[in-house]
């Protein structure tokens, strides 16, 4: 048993930090037209080389930016593909105590990519640190799966076959440009898939005619897509979650529901999930996890600032190593601290704490 010297590492973490005040202030003056998008950026840098500096410190070897220039965890993401807009909705998402804000996305013509924004944002990461950059970007699912539908020009698209292979094609290019870019650790963040997990969702999906079975295949097959155009020596996972917004969810179920299509179908080679409480079931899925690929265990909360004890995560740590080897595990929290801006609700050096404590208890189980 050893420290694994490629990503996912042992100790690892999903990628959204929560943001700092001086951040969320200068973010409000923008919008309001205060100071300027290079005033913002010079703030931006600042809080995220210090992020960096924190990341380092606790001593994981993963690094992001803590998506401190984003508001959400995909929409910033996909807005900035060609043919996909911002779009104000009636009303938000709900979530089992929040709705969120209305902001979404309209499909206004053919899906494609150029060139994107977060490209610098790697690039700004990987210049300043040695450890392994990595970028987090939402899963393609993440374009069609919100519980209300997307509004798709059927100009552009008379039939959704050809949305859906030119989202693919557009999320091959992005992959292989953050590849260029000297990315080697990227992460798709597939909230989608694992609410197929839950009936309420699945059947919210029916009554807008879509088949929840054909949905886990054909998101199956945009992931493989999208890293289908990899260098050999990036590693390519993909975090699974039911909702993270201001500490609440949007969705529960145990992974059964799309234990063939993760395990059996999708490519990529590590997987992020979500197991902090009973809402993910148990463990017995990953009996299927295929001997080449490698599961961090979500077990620390991002929900709450309640540092858990480490004999209770070891606990867990030792029951999910009844279904699959230890060597194939690693450990993190279940999700992000702050998918959108807003952030969950815990002060950041509980966050820290909590991160802090992953490292540690890494370095005890698998030495």
């Avoid at 309001?32 to 960096?52: H, N, S």
């Amino acid at each position: 048993m050893s420290q694994r010297i490629k990503p996912p590492f042992r100790a690892d973490h999903v990628g959204s930090l929560l943001r700092p005040a001086v951040l969320k202030k200068a973010r409000e003056q923008r919008a309001k037209g205060e100071i300027t998008p290079a005033q913002l950026k010079d703030i931006e840098d600042r809080e995220i080389e210090r992020v960096i500096r924190k990341q380092e410190e606790v001593g994981l070897q993963s690094i992001t930016d803590g998506e401190f220039r984003r508001s959400w965890w995909h929409l910033d993401f996909l807005w900035g593909l060609d043919g996909i807009e911002k779009h104000v909705m009636d009303s938000g998402v709900s979530f089992a105590a929040v709705t969120t804000r209305n902001e979404g996305l309209k499909v206004t013509g053919k899906v494609g990519f150029y060139d994107h924004p977060m490209l610098e944002h790697f690039k700004f990461v990987a210049a300043h640190t040695k450890r392994t950059p990595k970028i987090t970007i939402p899963a393609p699912s993440a374009a069609y799966g919100r519980p209300m539908r997307t509004p798709i020009d059927e100009k552009a698209y008379p039939k959704l076959d050809r949305f859906f292979d030119d989202l693919g094609q557009a999320y091959k290019k992005t992959v292989r440009a953050f590849a260029d870019a000297g990315c080697r650790y990227l992460q798709l963040d597939e909230v989608f898939i694992a609410m197929l997990c839950d009936p309420k969702y699945r059947q919210t999906m029916q009554d807008r005619g879509d088949d929840p079975e054909r949905l886990g295949e054909l998101y199956g097959d945009l992931v493989n897509t999208a890293m289908s155009d990899i260098p050999a020596d990036m590693t390519i996972t993909m975090h699974m979650c039911r909702g993270n917004y201001k500490s609440t969810y949007m969705g529960a179920g145990g992974y059964e529901a799309v234990q063939e299509i993760l395990f059996n179908k999708i490519k990529v080679h590590g997987f992020f999930m979500e197991y902090d409480t009973d809402r993910a079931g148990g463990f017995e899925p990953l009996r299927m996890l295929p001997k080449d690929r490698v599961v961090v265990l979500g077990l620390v909360t991002t929900k709450s600032g309640r540092l858990e004890p480490k004999d209770e995560i070891r606990r867990r740590i030792e029951e999910a190593a009844r279904y699959v080897s230890l060597d194939q595990l690693c450990l993190s929290p279940q999700c992000g601290f702050a998918s959108t801006e807003e952030g969950n609700v815990l002060g950041e050096e509980e966050q820290w704490a909590k991160l802090r404590m992953i490292v540690e208890l890494a370095d005890e189980v698998w030495g």
